[in-house]
């Protein structure tokens, strides 16, 4: 499953989308401890696969939680992207 995590405002879209299929199969979830905001916890999917999600405090708060890993300059490579070894994440702004 394609899931999509945000919301849009005046100022753009802040979504946060995830392939949970890949999450399914994979070990340690490392996106997890990757995260310095604690944007993601780990739960079960409708399918009972064990999935990664964005919390449900930190959806409508994206822009200013990841503000910290997007500087306006050059913008290093995301530490939840970068952590992944499955290329299942991906963040729209
Ligand atoms: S590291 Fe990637 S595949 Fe693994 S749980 Fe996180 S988003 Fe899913
Ligand atoms: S960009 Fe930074 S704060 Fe946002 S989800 Fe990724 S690791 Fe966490």
Redesign the pocket.
């Known amino acids: 499953m394609i899931a999509h995590y945000g919301y849009q405002d005046a100022e753009g879209e802040f979504f946060?989308t995830i392939d949970t299929d890949r999450c399914a199969r994979c070990d340690g979830k490392p996106?997890v401890a990757?995260?310095?905001?604690?944007?993601?916890t780990v739960e079960e999917d409708p399918y009972g696969e064990t999935v990664v999600a964005?919390d449900d405090r930190r959806r409508k708060r994206?822009k200013y939680?990841?503000?910290?890993?997007?500087p306006a300059g050059d913008r290093p490579p995301?530490?939840?992207?970068r952590?992944c070894p499955w290329g299942a994440?991906t963040?729209s702004w």
């Not at 990757?34 to 993601?40: D, I, L, M, Q, T």
């Not at 995301?78 to 992207?81: D, T």
């Open positions: 946060i996106c990757a995260c310095p905001r604690g944007v993601f964005v994206l939680e990841c503000a910290g890993c997007k995301l530490p939840c992207v952590a994440m963040h």
